[in-house]
């Protein structure tokens, strides 16, 4: 059972280590265990009474805060565009996590070819809501094929042409014989929020959107 705790659901991985330095400016230090990379845990107090945090896959940040299995949550705005919960708030741009999600063909594709003329695409991608609006909106009809990671193989071997995905430097896509041919957007972190606990639990919850406001109109 759920007590009155608020939960802040954080994403592992990159994006939690520039995450990190914002909060402990907001005033939020994750008790010692949660630095641990050998720890199993996943639910953490803080020195904040009331507030504890929990580290989960980016891909499930907003899931946990949509469903209100906690308060308040990072995750970037690519991950919001997929799922586009309407119970989900996003009222800060953290800025952290800058990257990019862009369409990306072999380069010897890319040398003759011209996306302002596709009327069908296949595309593999852990992104297919958004890769199909995308083109939707210009009329190209998207076939999406869904996988969860090593998108950069899936040219070479044959699985279909192009991908959908994240690039931040763009060493990997360089790396696998890829180069981006259109950008669908900027990605960065957001701060988001259950909007139901924002209505029923307006002091606790918006008092840590307006310190972390404060943070962010300071740096």
Known sequence: MRNDNLILALPKGRILGEVLPLLERAGIRPEAGFHDPAERRLQFATNVPGLQVIR?????????????????????????????YPEVYAPLDLGVGRCRLVVAEPADL?????????????????????????????????????????????????????????????????ANGLVEVEQIAAVTSRLIVNRAAFKTRPHPVGAWVERVRGVLDAA
């Open 56 to 84: 989960v896959r980016s891909f499930d940040v907003a899931t946990f805060v949509a469903f209100g299995a906690a308060e308040l949550g990072v995750a970037g705005n690519d991950v919001l565009m997929e799922f586009d």
């Open 110 to 174: 890319a040398h003759n070819d011209d996306p302002r003329r596709w009327s069908h695409v296949r595309i593999a991608t852990k992104y297919p809501e958004i890769t199909r609006r995308h083109f939707a909106a210009r009329g190209v009809q998207a076939e999406c094929i869904k996988l969860n990671g090593a998108l950069e193989l899936v040219p070479a071997l044959g699985l279909c042409r192009r991908i959908v995905d994240l690039v931040s430097t763009g060493d990997t896509l360089r």
